[in-house]
């Protein structure tokens, strides 16, 4: 085997220009921020952060190169400041000289205590390096924020089906640095599975393939042949044993039962979901939704036990965390039921759309005056015993409510600070 066949296949596959790049068209799209600021050479430091797999790394590579600068990858958990620091010394020189910008690309970058990325803090400023930081964690609280606010903040979202299946069927075809040499004959459901079994995590549906093809005998015919079963072995996902409209019909009866206060339905169809191949994080995550969608204000605690089943599962994994799951699904279920949040939310989504012109009340900025116009007339409520009665909301919408508390649980006693008067 060459020394380029033992790099895995998602190595060798990965993209090295624009037009290669796979799915993120909300980010690289021709209309979006990221094109344009590339375009007229105005992006500037940028955080990238998102699942793993969905090309974080590969896009900070392929603008640095677009860009014809120089670029240098480091990694938080293995480099520090030394590393950033001679980097940076030599950026400097380079710019001076030669008049050629450097890209600091930093893998892992949440990994990076206040210290260390303090030390790239003076030469992103000055403009001595372009950062770039990829991570999976959501840079606004696993970041300090000095380096956040000086960035600007790209979410990647897992790749579809759809991308996933053209980046694989261009592997199967590349002889230069895909399968292309090989005599690969997959099976529409096996190609199919390790698409969707992947979680939009392309470089793990590449290994996987790679894994399945390098581990099959080639037959007679000299040809190497990967059936479902094959597929499922290369991978660490049991195959949805249920076709996508089972699958959203199922989710959709978990969730109506969760708001229908229905405990066994919603077990039931959590746990043929789960047995099915599901995800059990997926249950998780709209356990957590459904728990101020449909709970609400009348038990906020169910949003408490939801968020920390799901840590359980996501941290324990099956089969114990199960049961905290069932433990949280049980509960939200059982509680009193209220969508006051939910609908309190769709209206400020509304008015944050079509009111677009209003004018903040003078004494709630930020730059007091001395002038007879509403400035550094602020109330502090704590001076008035915790609340005081005041113009939060712009004049057009200054009578507007949200929120309705409902007549259920623990919020039917909730009588609005707001409507109380002046104190």
Known sequence: MSSTNRIPLAERMRPKTFEDFVGQKHIVGENSLLYRAIKFGTLGSCIFYGPPGTGKTTLANIIATYLKANYFKLNAVTNGVNDAKNIIERARSDKALLGIDTFLILDECHRWNKAQSDCVLEAIEDGSIFFI?????????????????????FEFKSLSF?????????????????????????????????????????????????????????????????DLNTAMQSTDRKALSMDENMYYDFLSAFCKSLRGCDVEGALYYSQRLIKAGCDPMIIARRLVAHSSEDVGMADS???????????????????????????????VC?????????????????????????????????????????????????????????QYMPDSLKDRVYYYPSKNGKEKNLIRKKFRGEK
């Open 133 to 153: 930081g990829t991570t999976t964690e959501n840079p606004y609280t696993s970041m300090t924020r000095a380096i956040v606010s000086r960035c600007r903040i």
């Open 162 to 226: 759809e991308d996933i299946k053209s980046a694989m069927n261009k592997a199967l075809l590349d002889k230069e640095n895909g399968l292309g040499n090989i005599n690969v004959k997959i099976d529409d459901n096996a190609l199919n599975y390790l698409c969707s079994a992947c979680g939009g995590d392309l470089r793990n549906a590449l290994n996987s393939l790679e894994l399945a093809v390098m581990t099959s005998k080639v037959d007679k015919s000299q040809n190497v042949h990967i």
């Open 301 to 331: 605690n169910a949003l408490l036990l939801s968020t920390s089943a799901m840590y359980a599962v996501e941290k324990m994994g099956l089969p114990e965390g199960l049961i905290p799951l069932t433990h949280a699904i049980i509960y």
């Open 334 to 390: 059982e509680a009193e039921k209220s969508n006051s949040v939910i609908k309190a939310l769709n209206m400020a989504e509304n008015d944050a759309i079509n009111f677009t012109d209003n004018n903040i009340p003078n004494h709630l900025k930020n730059h007091p005056s001395t002038n007879n116009d509403g400035h550094g007339k602020y109330k502090y409520p704590h001076d008035y015993g915790g609340y005081v009665k005041q």
